[in-house]
């Protein structure tokens, strides 16, 4: 079992739709990463959470720690908004300098 | 304030060939990390290198691969006798402190395909 699970793998949205995409984790945590990735692969930080709620624009990102998961929701989605969404965890359990990636999650919205 | 940098953005080798890719971090950071994204897998970690030290090569595979982060210029990972299966996309992260919170800005990645 990884030690990042995503879900869905895939999603596809019609624009305006609220999405949401999961991340469950099974180690300690000290951070937790929500990175997008184009096609052409360029990879963005979106957010960086250790407890709590951040919201950046149409981007909510939420973390409970006590169930070890969190939660990436995107209001009013936009075809711009399809892309590949990765959550990565920096755990205190293995090393202090590593990222552990999920698979990612493929959103596409149509418009 | 140019982020990071890392070149070339395509590389393609022949077998038994070196690649090295180049990784500049954003101006005022001094920790660098290297991760592959081998086709349709998710990222992996490599390699976390400070300047002139190596922190963690935790993830690096133990042969042909070797990574430094020198004093003047910027990080190399080198790979050395290139096969098929190194054929991935390279991504280089740049952070300014170690702390477990540093924010991480990534590089667009090199794409080294091993023919």
């Known amino acids: 079992k990884n030690e990042v699970e995503q879900s869905p793998q895939n999603l596809t949205a019609q624009e305006g739709e609220f999405i949401t995409i999961n991340c469950s984790y099974s180690v300690g945590i000290s951070a937790l990463h929500w990175l997008q990735q184009h096609p052409g692969g360029g990879i963005v930080s979106l957010f960086m959470l250790s407890s709590g709620k951040k919201k950046h624009g149409r981007l909510i990102a939420t973390i409970n720690i006590q169930e070890k998961h969190s939660s990436l929701h995107i209001t009013a989605s936009h075809p711009r908004d399809s892309a590949v969404y990765i959550c990565a965890v920096r755990s205190w359990e293995t090393s202090g300098s590593r990222l552990t990636f999920g698979e990612g999650t493929q959103l596409t919205v149509n418009p | 304030n140019a982020g990071v940098m890392q070149n070339p953005r395509h590389l393609v080798r022949r077998r038994g060939q070196e690649a090295r890719l180049r990784c500049s971090p954003m101006?005022?950071?001094?920790?660098v990390y290297w991760y592959r994204q081998l086709p349709e897998e998710g990222l992996k970690f490599m390699v976390y290198l400070q300047k002139e030290n190596i922190i963690d090569e935790s993830g690096m595979p133990k042969e042909r691969f070797s990574a430094e982060f020198p004093k003047e210029g910027p990080s190399i990972l080198r790979i050395q006798q290139v096969v098929r299966g190194d054929s991935a996309a390279y991504f280089c992260a740049s952070s300014p402190r170690t702390a477990d919170n540093s924010p991480l800005h990534f590089g667009n990645g090199t794409r080294l395909t091993v023919t």
């Open positions: 101006k005022g950071h001094s920790h």
